[in-house]
C-alpha cells in the first residue's frame, strides 16, 4: 500500500479493471464514449535500472505534453515508494522557462538516482516552425559515443527529450562530463548542429 496523502482526494470505483505490468492502453472517455485521452504503456517505459517494476508507477513528467510521448513518461522516485497518490508527481517538472534559444538543457548536473530530485536530463527545443527531424547522440569526455538518445525524429514546433543517464546496453553511465550533440534539419536543406555539456552526478 501506499502512503495516501489527501484520503478526502480519493475515489472508491467499483470494478475497476486491473493493469498488467507488461503493456496495455488506458482511455479516458465523457459519458458519451468520446476518447479525451489515450495512453499506450508498456514496460520499456519505465527507469532502465529498476530491478523489478512491481508496485512503480509510471508517472506523466509534464501534464500540457503528449500522453503518448515515450520521454514525457519516468518511473515515480524511490524516496516516495514508487507513487505519489493525492499528490503532484515526484518526476514532474515545471512550466518551460521561457526563452529565445532553439534547444535548453536542463539542469547542468543531474542525479538518476530515483530521489525525486533532478533524475532527468531534459533538452527542450523550440522551432521557428513545424518540420524539423532531429538526432540527438551522447558521448564521453573522451569524445566516444554512449547513446544514441533520438534517432532522426520528427519534432514538434516547441516540446522536450529526456535522457536517463543510461547508455545504448540500458546500463547506468559513470559520473562525469558529457557531451550532447544535437542535429536538426527540414526538407528545405536547413541543416545545423549544436553541442552541449552536462554532468552526470552520483547523487547521494
Known amino acids: 500500500m501506499y502512503d495516501i496523502a489527501d484520503p478526502w482526494s480519493v475515489y472508491t470505483v467499483s470494478g475497476f479493471p486491473n493493469f498488467v505490468n507488461e503493456a496495455g492502453i488506458v482511455f479516458v472517455a ?6 479525451l485521452d489515450r495512453f499506450d504503456y508498456s514496460e520499456n517505459l519505465h527507469f532502465a535500472l529498476l530491478s523489478s517494476t512491481q508496485g ?6 509534464d501534464v500540457n505534453g503528449s500522453s503518448n510521448s515515450v520521454d514525457n513518461w519516468h ?6 515508494n514508487y507513487a505519489t497518490p493525492t499528490l ?3 518526476q514532474a517538472v515545471d512550466e518551460e522557462s521561457e526563452t529565445s534559444a532553439m534547444f535548453v538543457l536542463e539542469p547542468d548536473v543531474f542525479t538518476p538516482n530515483l ?28 569524445g566516444i559515443p554512449v547513446r544514441r538518445l533520438v534517432n532522426n525524429q520528427l519534432a514538434g ?9 543510461t ?20 526538407l528545405e536543406g536547413d541543416v545545423k548542429e549544436e553541442k552541449h555539456v552536462v554532468v552526470l552526478g552520483v547523487g547521494r
Open 30 to 35: 465523457d459519458r458519451s464514449g468520446q476518447t
Open 56 to 61: 512503480v508507477s509510471l508517472e506523466r513528467i
Open 75 to 80: 518511473s515515480a522516485a524511490a524516496d516516495v
Open 88 to 90: 503532484r508527481n515526484s
Open 115 to 142: 530521489d525525486g530530485i533532478d533524475d532527468l536530463l531534459f533538452i527542450r527545443y523550440n522551432f521557428p516552425d513545424a518540420g524539423y527531424s532531429c538526432f540527438i547522440d551522447v558521448f564521453n569526455r573522451n
Open 157 to 165: 514546433t516547441s516540446g522536450f527529450f529526456s535522457w536517463d543517464g
Open 167 to 186: 547508455d545504448d546496453d540500458n546500463a547506468l553511465c559513470n559520473s562525469g562530463i558529457y557531451i550532447i550533440l544535437i542535429k536538426w534539419f527540414n
